[in-house]
């Protein structure tokens, strides 16, 4: 009736894929979800108590648009110590409400419409809805797992036209886990500078890789200045629903999404921002020991999908595996409905992550041992009527 006042974008835009295998296995106890990517380790014990102290003692108005400096300087120091990142906590760092709310700024603050955002695939599922909503195109780059689902510069040479100008990167990468490494970046950097494009990388999952450490693109010579680097307290600190996550990079590109900013969320929660200082300065314990039970999963679930005949690409970073069912003769939409229906486990199609993403579902192994061996269970007599 209404549908006449929504605007053409929004209403050509899909709902969320992973959303949608969510709210079917909600409410269901027989159900087991590997859906959503979120830790199932409780935020810890001081860090809520640091809140409910800041609560009882009123602090209960808004910070400035960028954030508290207090945390903008310990996220500059946790960059520097950790990735090799520095930044000015004053101008080239802001608090945003979650990662998420990073990624939507910087791409309307730097899209003109009919600029070309070009995007790993398969990948994050709201970087192209977003790009789509600020009138910019969205242009694929696939990548396989022969090659480890990176971001190859030969593939990326043949995508790069005129109106190329922003390469959204997430590594570790969300559904894959792949990671890059400093050789990997070398030649991504080098073309990235002779196309003059600016990189939006999205580095949420950065604590959490298995058998190598992070490198952000940000840190090689001559690439900080043209890199928004977006990351957040969500995964590696168990605070999905505090939704705090932050931006870093030139001041001059961060003033620009603080505008948008100012005008619309205005500021991140105040408690979220208070959990993430007390995280940064006492939590890296609990960070290592969550990443340790990751790893733990991640080797079961791998060796499980292999082991009933699902080719399985070895995730080094993130919590998600990327089996392929391509064996099965399916679709990957086919495969996690009927997974779903018949066995009771719930995983998302791999097609909602871009094209590149078709004959794979993803898979979170942020759920406990005893939950994935009995997915696991599920899944291979499931496997024994379909091939």
């Known amino acids: ?9 929004v209403r ?11 709210d079917l296995s909600t409410g269901n106890q027989d159900i087991i979800s590997l859906g959503v990517g979120e830790p199932d380790f409780v935020t810890p014990e001081h860090v809520r ?54 990624v939507d700024l910087a791409l309307r603050a730097f899209i003109t419409p009919g600029d070309e955002i070009i995007v790993p695939s398969p990948s994050y599922i709201a970087y192209s809805p977003i790009t789509h909503l600020n009138g910019g195109v969205t242009v694929e780059v696939e990548s396989s797992a022969e090659q480890g689902f990176k ?27 792949a990671v890059m490494t400093y050789e990997d970046w070398l030649p991504i950097a080098q073309i990235v500078k002779e196309n003059n494009l600016l990189v939006i990388s999205d580095e949420i999952y950065a604590e959490l890789t298995y058998d ?17 680097v977006i990351s957040g307290f969500s995964k590696a600190f168990a605070m999905t629903g505090w939704r705090v996550g932050y931006a870093c990079g030139d001041q001059e590109l961060i003033a620009a999404m603080l505008k948008i900013h100012q005008y619309t969320a205005m500021c991140a929660p105040i408690l979220g921002q208070i959990a993430a200082i007390e995280s940064l300065r006492n939590g890296m314990e609990h960070k290592e020991h969550m990443k340790r039970c990751f790893d733990e999963r ?42 779903l229906k018949e066995v009771g486990v719930a995983a998302v199609p791999g097609h909602v992550f871009g094209a590149g993403g078709e004959g794979y579902i993803r898979c979170s192994y942020a759920a406990s041992l005893q939950k994935l061996a ?14």
Not at 12 to 21: C, D, N
Not at 298 to 320: D, I, Q, T
Not at 374 to 387: H, N, Q, S
């Open 1 to 9: 009736m209404h549908n006449e006042w929504i605007t053409p974008r």
């Open 12 to 22: 050509e835009i899909a709902p969320s894929g992973i959303r949608a295998f969510f």
């Open 49 to 102: 108590a640091a809140c409910i102290r800041a609560l009882n003692n009123g602090e209960t108005m808004y910070t400035p648009n960028s954030g508290l400096l207090e945390l903008r300087e310990e996220i500059a120091s946790y960059l520097h110590t950790s990735f090799n990142l520095r930044y000015e906590p004053t101008n080239e760092i802001m608090v945003t409400v979650g990662s998420s709310e990073a």
């Open 151 to 177: 971001l190859t510069a030969e593939a990326l040479r043949q995508v790069i036209t005129p109106r190329s100008k922003i390469l959204m990167v997430n590594f570790p990468t969300n559904p894959t886990g």
């Open 212 to 228: 190598s450490h992070h490198v952000s693109i940000a840190s090689l010579p001559g690439m900080l200045e043209r890199t928004i």
């Open 298 to 339: 991640r080797k079961l679930l791998v060796s499980g999908f292999r082991s009933m005949g699902l080719p399985c690409h070895e995730p080094e970073g993130a919590f998600y595996a990327f089996p392929s069912i391509a064996n099965t003769g399916l679709k990957s939409e086919d495969f996690a409905l009927q997974l």
């Open 374 to 387: 009995e997915a696991l269970e599920r899944i291979e007599g499931f496997m024994k009527v379909k091939l």
